[in-house]
C-alpha cells in the first residue's frame, strides 16, 4: 500500500463505522465552533470593551486633570484641543501630546475637591 492510495482507501471505508449524512458533518464542525466561541469570549470581546473604555476617557479630557502618558510622563492638563492636548509637565514647562498618547487620568479633581472642602471645613471651624 501506498501513500497515494491513502485518501481513496480512506474514502471507501467511510460508510461503515462512520455516522454519515448531515449530523455527521455538523458534529465534526462542532469543535471548531466552540474554540472560536471560546475566543470571542475570552479575547475579543474584552478588547472591545477595553477600546469603549479608552475612547471615552479620552473624549472626557479636560483642563486641569492630572495624566500619565504611554512613554510615563506625568503632568496636568492645560489647555485640550482637538487632536492634540498641552500637558504642564514643570513650572516652565509645557508639552503637547496626541489624545491617544494618554494612558491614564489620576483622580486630580477629586482629590484636589475633597482637599479643598477638606481647608474650607476647618475655616469655618
Do not use: C, W
Amino acid at each position: 500500500m501506498s501513500l497515494f492510495n491513502l485518501p481513496l482507501l480512506l474514502a471507501t471505508t467511510g460508510g461503515e463505522g462512520g455516522t454519515g449524512g448531515p449530523a455527521g458533518s455538523i458534529l465534526s464542525f462542532a469543535p471548531f465552533i466552540l474554540i472560536i466561541a471560546i475566543f470571542y469570549f475570552l479575547i475579543i470581546r474584552p478588547q472591545n470593551r477595553k477600546q469603549k473604555e479608552t475612547q471615552k476617557m479620552l473624549e472626557a479630557l479636560k483642563k486641569g486633570d492630572k495624566v500619565v502618558t504611554i512613554g510615563g510622563v506625568h503632568g496636568t492638563i492645560s489647555s485640550v484641543k482637538e487632536k492634540t492636548i498641552v500637558v504642564k509637565v514643570d513650572d516652565n514647562t509645557k508639552i503637547e501630546f496626541l489624545r491617544s498618547a494618554i494612558s491614564t487620568v489620576t483622580d486630580s479633581s477629586k482629590s484636589e475637591d475633597k482637599s479643598e472642602e477638606k481647608s474650607e471645613e476647618k475655616k469655618a471651624e
